[in-house]
């Protein structure tokens, strides 16, 4: 059913999400995201949009607390669905190139792998866990302020 809490963390966190893909170019200006930065921002926006309307959002009315811990668990949330996310779009690219031309499946699916653990290292950086947490943290807040204020 649609609440205020699930508009609020869809919109807040599809916003905070798209800021990040500005962090990640910032600290890795040499790694090639994709084909266009803009396609990247917008996937980052959609993946956060869901996680806040099928997760944060649902668990504000839920969950008591301020939305610290509510914001937190969304961040790591968006990071595992945008790690799955980037690493098939990675796969997904390379056999349009036709670089995995008569490759069997399973070296695509572990291609997948290998690539989502490659995005994960690139996020093992202190100041990009920082800047994730805080703005999960600063979504789950307004969510929660969004949940007790339209409630």
Do not use: C
């Amino acid at each position: 059913m649609p609440t205020a809490a699930r508009l609020v963390a869809a919109i807040v966190l599809g916003a905070l999400t798209a800021v990040m893909v500005f962090v990640l170019i910032a600290y890795y200006p040499e790694e090639p995201w994709e084909r266009s930065q803009t396609r990247l921002v917008q996937t980052f926006a959609v993946v956060g949009a869901l996680v806040g309307w099928f997760s944060l959002g649902k668990r504000a009315g839920q969950e008591s607390g301020v939305g610290i811990s509510l914001g937190i668990r969304a961040a790591l949330t968006t990071t595992a669905w945008l790690l799955f996310v980037l690493s098939v779009n990675h796969v997904i690219n390379r056999i349009i190139d036709s670089q995995l031309a008569g490759a069997r499946p399973m070296q695509a699916i572990w291609e997948v792998v290998e690539k989502a653990v490659e995005y994960f290292g690139f996020l093992l950086h202190g100041q990009i866990i920082a800047i994730g947490l805080g703005l999960g943290i600063i979504a789950g807040i307004i969510t929660a302020r969004a949940q007790k204020a339209w409630r």
